[in-house]
């Protein structure tokens, strides 16, 4: 059989037209809603509770040193992910004394009864950093929830919303835990200090966001 060749001409194809701009924006707005659907859902995430398992050393009657630190069988323990006002530390313009009322509220939180603790790491200062709950009630995040502590590295969910709610510290001016301590380094006792060291950069960039943000009211 013998092949047939067409006429010699190419065929023409129209362009592709260009996307409107209705349907750019269009695209655009769809983006901006899937970054706020994951940025929600990581704020979700962040409200799960954690799941403790707590040594038998840390786990007994707790004596309250100040808002994110506390002592059981002699064993100092500060609460990860949070920062509270140092006891000496005051606040706004009235010299509200948040560093006692933080302390105060986490005695309220534990209620008299025993707290167990799981160990999460050490820091510097060779204390331990430990998720501690007290009943149901989770202490690191229940601080920060009510407005008595900052997020410190985890808990920025429940900073956002004590914020948004003028809840504890940001029901006026106040200045941040790690601020007031490099300014007042000579009325701070070692134990009270941060714990930078156990921090991720990634902690610490939180950190700088919250405090780009506003860190006071």
Same mark, same amino acid.
């Given at each position: 059989?013998?092949?047939?060749?067409?006429?010699?001409?190419?065929?023409?194809?129209?362009?592709?037209?260009?996307?409107?701009?209705?349907?750019?924006?269009?695209?655009?707005?769809?983006?901006?809603?899937?970054?706020?659907?994951?940025?929600?859902? &990581?704020?979700?995430?962040?409200?799960?509770?954690?799941?403790?398992?707590?040594?038998?050393?840390?786990?007994?009657?707790?004596?309250?040193?100040?808002?994110?630190?506390?002592? !059981?069988?002699?064993?100092?323990?500060?609460?990860?992910?949070?920062?509270?006002?140092?006891?000496? #530390?005051?606040?706004?313009?009235?010299?509200?004394?948040?560093?006692?009322?933080?302390? #105060?509220?986490? !005695?309220?939180? !534990?209620?008299?009864?025993?707290?167990?603790?799981?160990?999460?790491?050490?820091?510097?200062?060779?204390?331990?950093?430990?998720?501690?709950?007290?009943?149901?009630?989770?202490?690191?995040?229940?601080?920060?929830?009510?407005?008595?502590? &900052?997020?410190?590295?985890?808990?920025?969910?429940?900073?956002?919303?004590?914020?948004?709610?003028?809840?504890?510290?940001?029901?006026?001016?106040?200045?941040?835990?790690?601020?007031?301590?490099?300014?007042?380094?000579?009325?701070?006792?070692?134990?009270? #200090?941060?714990?930078?060291?156990?921090?991720?950069?990634?902690?610490?960039?939180?950190?700088?966001?919250?405090?780009?943000?506003?860190?006071?009211?």
């Amino acid at each position: 059989m013998g092949r047939r060749y067409g006429n010699g001409r190419r065929r023409y194809r129209a362009p592709s037209p260009r996307p409107s701009m209705g349907r750019r924006l269009w695209d655009i707005l769809l983006a901006v809603v899937l970054l706020v659907l994951i940025a929600v859902l &990581v704020v979700r995430l962040d409200q799960s509770p954690k799941t403790v398992t707590p040594s038998a050393a840390l786990t007994g009657r707790a004596y309250v040193i100040d808002g994110d630190t506390i002592s !059981i069988n002699r064993i100092h323990i500060r609460l990860k992910g949070i920062d509270a006002p140092e006891l000496k #530390q005051t606040c706004g313009a009235a010299a509200r004394p948040c560093g006692q009322e933080a302390r #105060q509220s986490l !005695i309220r939180l !534990i209620g008299g009864r025993d707290v167990r603790c799981s160990e999460e790491g050490r820091d510097r200062y060779d204390r331990v950093l430990a998720i501690c709950l007290s009943g149901e009630t989770e202490l690191n995040r229940s601080m920060v929830g009510t407005g008595q502590a &900052v997020s410190y590295g985890d808990y920025g969910g429940a900073e956002m919303e004590a914020r948004a709610k003028s809840l504890g510290l940001w029901k006026g001016d106040f200045e941040r835990p790690s601020d007031w301590r490099r300014r007042n380094q000579e009325v701070v006792d070692d134990f009270d #200090q941060p714990d930078d060291a156990a921090t991720t950069p990634l902690d610490r960039l939180w950190n700088w966001f919250v405090t780009m943000m506003g860190g006071t009211r």
